[in-house]
């Protein structure tokens, strides 16, 4: 029924164009007087756009910026705000404002405040990923008054807060370049004021669903000099269909998910509308939301952008796009006009989360467009750009295979116990003097430290388990006794059962917050004992290695070694909390069931400093089965911490891998030696034998 009622949306949209025709994407659109627009609650309201401003208020507002309200949350006080005001410096210096780390303001649109659950949905995603400054701007005394009246004061409203940004930073030395202003609707052409106002040097304006009546050639709009990088997310912006969003470019990147007019699961404009602010939450804790940069109008209409990629939304500081593709252009748009991109996505029950619904996506586990209507290439057996079914089998830590639905439905109740909760998590250490018997170190309980036989003059290495496992799969005893056996260190066994008995897309969503949480346990660890990250050698096995390479993350790159053992693959390939090469002083992976072709379980794909493929990466000598090739990856790593012996040579290309003729310096593979390394990133094949010691 709902599809059908799109369709008929969609018909009559393109029936009813009257000669001449305008793009949906064009400024060509005229509003008719009396529209509805839905305030911060969602309940839509009739608006005069021809009504009588109310000049008064316009006046004062102009005349006091201290009409606005900056409420400040912290990790410190993330459920309660400290006001900060403009000219009175102490309200900063006493608050817990940090200009150590990055600043987001959240600007609501009409009729809302800061209570609107635009507010503390993106706030609440930002605090759970980072440490930041998230300010929360009311704008009740403007907002609340008729439209065209809001729509008037937005510049003054604006500029208000362009004063006290420079305020801030004049405060407390903040500089622009860690700020980033986030709209939405009328907040979206707010935060272009302010902007503005700051000659465009905040690092980022995000302006979501940035509103459209009354803002079509108004030069007061957003736009893309308002920021060093300003981005659009389009998502009700088709005025055949009534949309309220303005639905034409810009910002340096302006994104149409879903073409920009309506979205999957949306029969109003007003979902269409707020969908623009749910994608971007979602993106900040998952940054999974991936657009290809579209030539002309006609390609985002029929969902076939072949442009190049550009993540949707996200916390990155840094990003820049636009100003870099601005290649595109058409016949009604001027050339300078910056780049767009086209984003898919298909809806799952809650809105926390936006996965891409189609196989052919699943591989990346982030949305977004077409593949089908974009010819592939060829690509190498040991390259990202790799599909998987919907369907595949993964073996739980004993051996036995699985089948999994990588369209599953994810447990987000599990999610967000997961990220409230590090302490999910249990750490099992194991030393010479106790190698058979666990003692228990609790996550910010000292005296579990010290009164065990941690000794922070040996080494510690940290061994992560992978899906359906736990503390006593097989990994763990065998690398545990392989390295006590050989050397005094410290082995921590990390069981993170709580989330890895789900299903299997839960337990990937959630890898990066069990790999924030063991960071912060060896942090907490480092402070105990004064043990140094040089001392630390962190081991995961399949979804283990991307927990431990978020733990390397979460840890600034400082611990020694991170080593992953045939990192997991499917919904890993490009996505960007995998395990990288910057995660640790020096990263190595060892590839043993990558190759796709033969429904590989790894990744098969560089993630590291040092990627060895080892027999070619994709089929071990004496397996017949996947799951024997993927467990080789740490049976040939205990291997290595006892004897040494594996050797590969570098690659020049994945021929050489595949034809085993790499004939580049040798590395040794795996081992225990902290001191190990080598700069930039490089590929290895070893070769083994059937049997051990392989």
Avoid at 66 to 84: A, E, M
Avoid at 137 to 149: I, K, P, V
Avoid at 488 to 494: C, E, P, R
Avoid at 554 to 573: M, Q
Wanted: glycine residues 8%; aromatic residues 10%.
């Amino acid at each position: 029924m709902h599809k059908a009622l799109l369709c008929l949306l969609f018909a009559s949209a393109y029936t009813a164009l009257a000669v001449p025709v305008t793009s949906d994407y064009s400024e060509d659109r005229v509003y008719p007087r009396f529209i509805q627009f839905p305030d911060g609650e969602g309940v839509m309201h009739t608006v005069d756009l021809e009504a009588e401003p109310d000049y008064e208020l316009l006046a004062e507002i102009e005349r006091n910026p201290d009409n606005n309200q900056y409420l400040l949350f912290t990790r410190r006080n993330s459920g309660s705000s400290q006001r900060l005001v403009m000219n009175n410096a102490n309200s900063i210096r006493n608050s817990n404002f940090n200009p150590n780390v990055p600043t987001v303001v959240i600007v609501h649109g009409w009729l809302s405040n800061q209570n609107t659950d635009i507010n503390p949905v993106i706030r609440d995603a930002y605090l759970r990923k980072s440490d930041v400054n998230v300010i929360v701007m009311d704008w009740r005394r403007l907002a609340l008054s008729d439209y065209a009246t809001a729509a008037r004061g937005v510049p003054a409203i604006g500029r208000g807060l362009g004063q006290f940004m420079n305020f801030v930073n004049q405060v407390t030395g903040h500089p622009f370049t860690s700020m980033h202003l986030v709209g939405f609707s009328l907040g979206a052409h707010v935060v272009g004021n302010a902007g503005r106002e700051l000659r465009g040097r905040a690092a980022r304006v995000t302006g979501l669903d940035p509103a459209g009546p009354l803002w079509n050639y108004n030069s007061n709009r957003l736009s893309r000099n308002d920021g060093v990088y300003v981005e659009a997310i389009h998502t009700d912006g088709g005025y055949t269909v009534g949309g309220l969003g303005i639905g034409s470019n810009v910002a340096n990147a302006d994104f149409y998910p879903n073409g920009g007019i309506s979205q999957p699961g949306c029969l109003t404009n007003l979902c269409n509308h707020n969908r623009a602010w749910e994608l971007f939450a979602a993106t900040v804790t998952y940054n999974h939301l991936v657009g290809r940069q579209c030539s002309n109008n006609l390609q985002i209409t029929w969902d076939n952008c072949r442009g190049q990629q550009l993540r949707m939304g996200n916390d990155d500081l840094r990003k820049s796009g636009g100003r870099e593709f601005k290649f595109w252009h058409a016949p009604q748009f001027q050339s300078h006009m910056p780049a767009y991109y086209k984003i898919n996505y298909h809806l799952l029950k809650s809105v926390k989360e936006y996965i891409v619904r189609k196989p052919a996506h699943l591989r990346n586990f982030k949305g977004l467009y077409t593949a089908s209507a974009v010819p592939q290439p060829v690509v190498s057996e040991f390259s990202m750009d790799r599909e998987y079914p919907r369907f595949i089998e993964f073996p739980d830590g004993d051996g036995v295979m699985h089948p999994v639905d990588l369209e599953d439905e994810v447990d987000y109740e599990l999610i967000d116990d997961i990220t409230r909760n590090p302490d999910n998590n249990k750490y099992l250490l194991f030393t010479r003097h106790l190698p058979g018997v666990p003692q228990y170190l609790v996550m910010g309980m000292s005296q579990s430290i010290k009164y065990s036989l941690f000794n922070p003059k040996v080494p510690t290495v940290v061994i992560v388990h992978g899906w359906l496992s736990n503390q006593d799969s097989d990994l763990n005893p065998v690398i545990r006794k392989a390295y006590l056996d050989h050397i005094d260190v410290n082995v921590i066994v990390l069981d993170w059962r709580r989330l890895a008995l789900s299903n299997y897309v839960t337990a990937v969503l959630g890898v990066p917050a069990v790999g924030r949480g063991l960071g912060q346990f060896l942090r907490f660890l480092k402070q105990v004992t004064k043990q140094d990250y040089s001392k630390m050698h962190l081991v995961g096995f399949s979804l283990g290695a991307h927990i431990v390479g978020n733990a390397g993350k979460e840890l600034n790159g400082k611990v020694a070694r991170i080593t992953g053992l045939d990192p997991a693959g499917p919904l890993w390939n490009l996505n960007s909390n995998s395990l990288g090469p910057n995660d640790a002083v020096y990263v190595e992976a060892i590839h043993t069931d990558g190759g796709y072709t033969v429904g590989g379980l790894g990744i098969g794909a560089d993630v590291a400093n040092a990627d060895f493929y080892v027999n070619g990466g994709t089929s071990q000598p004496g397996c017949l089965t996947n799951v024997c090739n993927h467990n080789r990856a740490w049976k040939y790593f205990a291997a290595s911490v006892t004897y040494d012996h594996l050797v590969g040579n570098e690659c020049a290309s994945s021929w050489q891998i595949t034809w085993n003729s790499c004939k580049g310096p040798y590395l040794h593979m795996g081992n225990a030696d902290l001191k190990k390394y080598v700069s930039g990133n490089r590929r290895f094949r070893a070769n083994t034998k059937r049997r051990y010691p392989y």
